[in-house]
């Protein structure tokens, strides 16, 4: 995978994450509120195309950047505005991290696949995670509640960042910079 770059998306994308680690920080599982009140109100006021202009779904890709600062209401909000596949994914990452399983569950059987879930299975596997070897969206949603309940959730919280990473990359990259990332990747591949 190549490595996390928001600049890609916007500067103004960039410069939110930049407030808060980058997008290289790890969310809580279970987050209590959002990180930055201040970066919540701008995003409240922000134009999704504008953000991420050229992108396959900039809508999306806003209730992501809610979530990366933990506003689960605001992404949620924005989720109930429109109803793509993405929306679905950030809708069902949004439900786990409010701690309700079941409407997580709900929402991942509405995408029993996405072209994520490929990469995010070797991620994973990559940081140590040991779930199946295809991407199962539900065993992961148990893997966090077991990981908080042991108070050990350092792993779960990483996967959970690979997750937002690719989405986000996935919903955000304007279409040309995806495509060539994937011709890369592919040429990455063959050449191994």
């Given amino acids: 995978m190549l490595p996390f770059n928001p ?7 960039a410069d939110f994450l930049a407030l808060d680690g980058g997008g290289e920080r790890p969310m809580d599982l279970y987050p209590a509120s959002c990180t930055n009140d201040s970066v919540r ?3 409240l006021q922000a134009d999704a195309s504008a953000l991420f202009p050229g992108a396959r779904d900039p809508q999306a890709a806003l ?3 809610f979530l990366y600062f933990s506003c689960l209401t605001e992404s949620h909000d924005l989720l109930h505005q429109f109803g793509s596949r993405e929306g679905a994914y950030w809708h ?6 409010e701690g309700d399983a079941y409407n997580a569950a709900y929402w991942f059987h509405r995408l029993p696949s996405h072209p994520v879930y490929p990469l995010l299975a070797e991620q994973a596997a990559s940081l140590g995670y040991r779930g199946p070897a295809a991407w199962d969206s539900f065993a992961f949603i148990r893997f966090c509640e077991e990981s908080a309940a042991a108070c050990n959730d350092d792993l779960a919280k990483r996967v959970q960042l690979a997750e937002w990473q690719l989405l986000m990359d996935y919903c955000a990259a304007p279409v040309a910079v995806r495509a060539a990332q994937q011709a890369q990747q592919s040429a990455t591949k063959v050449a191994q």
């Fill in 92 to 97: 069902a990452i949004m439900h786990r991290m």
């Fill in 7 to 13: 600049s890609i998306y916007s500067q103004s994308v």
């Fill in 41 to 43: 109100v701008r995003l």
């Fill in 63 to 65: 209730a992501g950047l």
